[in-house]
């Protein structure tokens, strides 16, 4: 550690003691929230973290990566909020006599972004920090003149991708400020896009070459060459591939580097590809193009790094991972509540380390888990299949359950979001829902008392692990691909995917009211979670997770099975919330009523109910749509009309 002598002097540090008072305060008297001693030490520790990380980048010390991980409701976020306002007030009282310190704040989402500056501001009682993204850039002036930058995990790894030439330029304008560098990082939450995946398969790569026009074909000769050779490398690679039983195998241990597709992908984004189809549609067109210069940006990334083969189903593919996340952040500490359970950081090694948390911060005693085992899959490819048959048996159980005073959060996958009953035709007080990759770190649900988590996010069980250890770990070769094995851990692809399954589930779980704190030992209100697990080791290690991150969770059986005997769905007539979640999860583009009438279950009566009611503009589905950039459209006349929502991009 390094010696702290002459930096209390010269640096506005906060004070441990003053952070973990203020923190009190807005923990009692602001969120009505319980202290407790182990919360604490919790949060002493926190404060002594960000310290530490301050002192190391002002010294010159390239520090491993921080990680804390103070359980969900511990504080972690609000803590962030009251140190940054401490920071700053440290810093306009020591002016002149002290250095400042300058904090940049990395949350998940722009929306978080903007509740965190906010916050920070409210408690500071004047502007010290703002926002930086998509929705609001900072002029110059504001990032220079504030004491608190917050940005997105998108924006940081957009700022720090080391092979654009822009890289130092963004980096600089968010990592210093007119005190100087800015010697803090604050993480909240892990970075969910810390690696880089690109992933071409032979089917894409196909209709992107098909549709290269004579005229740019000749014009960039030597690019389509290269997309052409990595086609025929694909061929290669999954013959040598079926000799060797069908596993996955190095392509090349370099990337060729060859050429650059940057000037073939701008060309072929002002392609008109609705009419090279036969069609005069602005949408498709937008569409296609998105889709094929995203194919061309994984091949130029296959072509300039390591590569290696794999079936993705019976698709050929070939493979590559870069980590994006820079080690040279000033002053980094991640806050992650389910670090323990997330192997990057292992795979990190003397990169990161995770800080102690202390024990009895939270007790999940009055938390009750009801567990369903299936041996059916519960994979989005099966949900998405037996959706139309599973929900409604679901709901049906949990009506017998569940008491109509309670608030139910549900959890879902994006694909059958839809297929949950609209509000109304549910006995409960509330209802709410998300999917999976929109959970994560959010606060929205945490009044429900009731979780169900109905379908697990499994990853590729080879594309993924693979990619995530070569990013971290280096390229490894077709024996390791055979038999991938790290420090004594045997089949290693299976465990990295249960750990990042059960991180998942546990960030799912803790976005009811079990995140907040009723009393002295930690406790919550009581809180009901229901899950349907597989059957079986997987399921076991599952659940060993989840009650490892819960110390005390009550775990009972549930008497419910997925599949079984079709239960009636019930309808209370034209739907709005489920139509709503089905535009809002599809991609741009058009979508034809005979489509949303199969997706959504109705019948023809109900079919023309809702025609109608998207026909008057102040309809208030047609103005949900409207807020998401859908319009309806009707094409032709008589029987030959076509009705269609379309969407934009």
Known sequence: MTDLIGLHEQYALVSPQTFVDRLTDQWTKVYLNVPSEPLTKLWTTTANTYRDAIIDTVAGVSPPWRVLRPPTGSGKTLGAKVYAALQAEQNATTAGLRKPVGILIVTRLIAQADEMVLAINTLAGHTVAVADHTDHRATHEQLNENDVLVITHQAYVNATQTLTNTRDGKWTRLTNWQGGKRLLTIIDEALCNAIEESQVTVDGLSQAIGFVPHEVRARYAAEVAALEGLHEALGHHHGVSEGFGGGACMAWDVGTGAVSLSALRSEMLKLPYDKLLGKADEHDRKRIATRIDKTLACAEAVLDQWAYFALKGKQPTLNTSTLLVPLDAPGPVVLDATAREDFIYKLMEDRAVIIPTPSGVRDYSRVTLHVAWTSSGIGKGTMVERAKTRFPRLIDNLTKHLASDRSVFFCVHKAVEHELPEACELPFAKVAKAHWNAVDGSNEYADCDVAVIFGLPFRDRVTFPTNVFFALQGVQGDEWLDSPTWKGQTNLREYMVRRQLSASVIQAINRIRCRHVTDAYGGCPPCDVFIVLPEGEKGGDILAAIRREMPGLQVVDWPFEPDGPKVHRRSAGTPHERLVSFM??????????????????????????????????NNRTTLALTALGVTYAVTGKGRGARSELVKVA
């Open 584 to 617: 809002t999860n599809r991609e741009p583009g058009r979508t034809s009523m005979k489509v949303i009438a199969r997706e959504l279950g109705l019948k023809p009566h109900a079919t023309k109910e809702l025609q109608k009611n998207l026909r008057n503009e």
